[in-house]
Structures are given as C-alpha cells and as structure tokens.
C-alpha cells in the first residue's frame, strides 16, 4: 500500500476535505502541518506554489478537490458508476461555487455596510434557494449518489461548516431533511466521527 | 437516431466549449442545444428551463435519462466517455488538479469583470500577478511534448487551449516565453477534430 503524506496549515482550511476522506476510508496518512515560516522553503518545490499537496510514490498532487477526489476513489468513495461519479462531481463544484461566493463577495468586502447587507442575501436568499436544489439531488436516505456516503455528502457537510463559523447563526437545514439526513450519514461515519473528535482544534 | 449526449447552454462558448471542444477532438456526436442568451435580463426561454434544471444553471449534460450540472463535472465526464481523461488513476488526478488550476485563474478573471467598481479594481491588481505566476506553473507542469499528463492528448490540455486561446484574442504575445505551454496549445489546435469545430462553430461574442 503506498504511503500518504498530506502536507498543509496547521489548520482544517482547503484541507479537511481530504482529512475527512481518509478518516472515512480507515486509510492511514501522515498528516503534516506546517508552521508559517516553513512553508517558504517548501513552496518552490511544490507543483503550483500552494497547499495542501499530497505525496505518494514520489509523486505530488495539489489542488484540495482533486486530491479529494483521488483519495476517494481509492477507497471507493467517489461514485460506484460514471454517472455517479459525475453526480459525486456536480454537487461538490457546487458546494465550491457556495465557498468561492461567500469568499469573493462576503469575505473579502472591506465595506462594513456592503458586508452585512451581502451576508444577509447569503443567508436569506442565496444559501435557503441553493439547499432546495441541492435537497432534490439528495436521496431521502441522505446520499447525493447511489445509496452510500461518498464524497458529495462529505463535501456538503465540509463546506457548510466551513462557512457556518463566519455567520451569526449557523446555517440552517430547516425544510431541507435529505441534507439533514446527509449531515447525519457524514457525522456518524465511524471513522468521520473519531475524527471529529480527536482532530486538532484550530481556528480555521 | 438521436445522440446519446445532449449538452445545453446558451449560444456563447463560456463555461460549455471545453465540453463541446472534448466532442470534437474525440470525433463524438452529441446534440449542441443553445439556450438563447439575453445579454441582460434573462430570455424567455431561460425563464422557463431555470427552475427544471439541478442547480439553476447551465450548462447541462443529459445522458441515459440523467441531468448533470457544473461544467467541469461534465467535461470530466465527457472527458472520460472519450478516452480523454488520463490512462492512469494518477494521470486522471494530474489532470483533474491542472483544470482546478484553470478555474482558479478563471475565476481570478471574472471577478474583474463582475462586481463592484472596488471589487473589480482590486481583482485587477490580484490577477497582475497572479496570471504570470499561473502561467510560469503550468509551464513547469507541460512537459516538453505539448502534454500536461501522459503522452497524449487529455482534457487539461484541450480546457488550458480553451483558456489560453481566450486569452490570446486579446492578449497575442501570451504565451511568447512559455514554450511548453505553446506547445499544448498547437497541439489541440492541430487535432483534426478541434480544429474543424473551431472553424464551423457559430460566432459568439464570447
């Protein structure tokens, strides 16, 4: 079996997708976590300057969702068919579009005013009109493919608690109980909730 | 008899010509549904499809009965229908992470061009420096042949030529001191198949 290294922050970030894939999977990995001022030695020798990367076999990959999606392929978690692994696919772009809106028109607003008024069409309009589509792609089982987690439900579950810290309120499932059901699947994995448990406390 | 793949998206190239460029370079037929575009509000037509579609967005793939959304979701897919998408579990990874990398820089450029007037202005300055960087990586990441994985053609080159020749519309000189990288852009330019479509598709403004 090759041997995983996953190198990033010392944070959960653009990286705890791939953490929660492997906790999923039972799959072991070494999980380094850089100090700010290690990572410019590091940088030049990494495929485009950022993190996280993941080496095994002498090979690096970058880019937080593609390494995702590899891991989870290797233990089976990205999709049993083409077309699911296109549904896995679709919903995790989608979950990434939901990040980057709240990074580029929240996040990075230096306008107090601006922020507060874009927070609130986030919360009361974007987010409610996102989970009802992305409700009626979940089964009622609470799987966006097939009838087992994959990596879609683990992708809904990051990103909403990734963005849920720089709220008000956390984001509610309200109305939505394939995406609570989702939650549910996600958090009561085994491995995902040893995980959550033991993981370090960070504050991103 | 109809094709198996029905591929809907308003009549711009945008987020659906890496998929339609995958077609072509594979040689595979699929059905080209153009929504019409309003240019401002939305078209009557749009109105209509919106509220059906998964997630409110073009484009679309629809396949054995099966809609799919998010137009890199369905390039890899079509990608993966047409022997395009990397030999290896590992080649597949390589190409996923240098698409990840064109959206990125994607991305970086719409958000100078939608927004606010301070927004806008502040991506310009962030995409100063962050196509050069973009591009100096991808450089090292393109070997030599005109390929980012293997040795034959993939996606990541066909979705990088799809980027680059945007681009380059405006910007010639682009790729003047990246030699692989204007190698990957030849080679898809010269795959018979892309380069029949980009002579017959309809003219878009973009």
Redesign the interface.
């Given at each position: 079996m090759p041997s995983y290294k996953l190198t990033y922050f010392n944070g959960r970030g653009t990286a705890e997708i791939v953490r929660l894939v492997f906790a999923a999977a039972g799959t072991e990995y070494e999980d380094v976590r850089l100090e700010h001022d290690q990572w410019p030695e590091l940088k030049p020798s990494t495929?485009?300057?950022q993190l996280p990367i993941l080496e095994m076999?002498g090979?690096m990959?970058?880019?937080s969702?593609?390494?995702a999606?590899?891991v989870a392929?290797?233990a089976g978690l990205a999709g049993k068919t083409?077309?699911d692994?296109?549904?896995v696919?679709?919903v995790?772009?989608?979950m990434v579009d939901m990040g980057?809106k709240f990074a580029?028109?929240i996040y990075?607003?230096?306008?107090e005013d601006?922020k507060a008024e874009k927070k609130k069409d986030y919360v009361e309009k974007y987010v409610p009109?996102?989970f009802s589509?992305?409700n009626?792609?979940a089964s009622d089982g609470g799987y966006f493919a097939g009838d087992e987690l994959t990596l879609a439900d683990i992708a809904f579950y990051n990103m909403v608690t990734m963005v849920n810290p720089y709220l008000e309120q956390p984001l509610s499932l309200d109305g939505f109980p394939n995406l609570e059901k989702v939650v549910d699947n996600v958090t009561s994995n085994p491995g995902i909730a040893k995980w959550l448990k033991e993981r370090p406390e960070t504050p991103y | 008899m109809a094709p198996k793949y029905k591929l809907t998206y308003f009549n711009l190239r945008a987020r659906a010509e890496t998929a339609r460029l995958l077609f072509a370079a594979a040689g595979v037929e699929y059905e080209d549904f153009r929504v019409e575009f309003g240019g401002g509000p939305p078209s009557e037509q749009w109105k209509e499809l919106k509220p059906k579609t998964p997630m409110g967005q073009l484009p679309l793939l629809e396949v054995d009965g099966v809609t799919l959304c998010q137009s890199m979701s369905i390039a890899r897919f079509v990608a993966r229908e047409t022997g395009l998408d990397g030999k290896t579990s590992l080649e597949k990874a390589q190409a996923d992470m240098i698409v990840d990398a064109v959206e990125e820089t994607l991305n970086k450029i719409y958000a100078t061009m939608f927004g606010t007037d301070e927004s806008k202005a502040q991506a310009k300055k962030v995409l100063e420096t962050a196509v050069p960087e973009f591009l100096k990586n991808m450089e090292k990441l393109a070997g030599p042949d005109g390929h980012f994985v293997g040795d034959s053609l993939t996606w990541a080159d066909v979705r990088f030529f799809d980027l680059a020749s945007e681009m380059m519309a405006k910007h010639a000189d682009l790729l003047e001191n990246f030699p692989n990288l204007t190698k990957v852009v030849d080679t898809v330019k010269a795959n018979s198949g892309v380069a029949k479509w980009i002579a017959k598709r309809p003219e878009t403004p973009f």
């Open positions: 495929p485009m300057g076999d090979t990959l970058c880019q969702n593609s390494i999606r590899y392929k290797m083409p077309l692994q296109a549904r696919d679709m995790m772009d989608g980057n580029y028109e990075y607003e230096k306008d601006k009109q996102f589509s992305l009626k792609l | -």
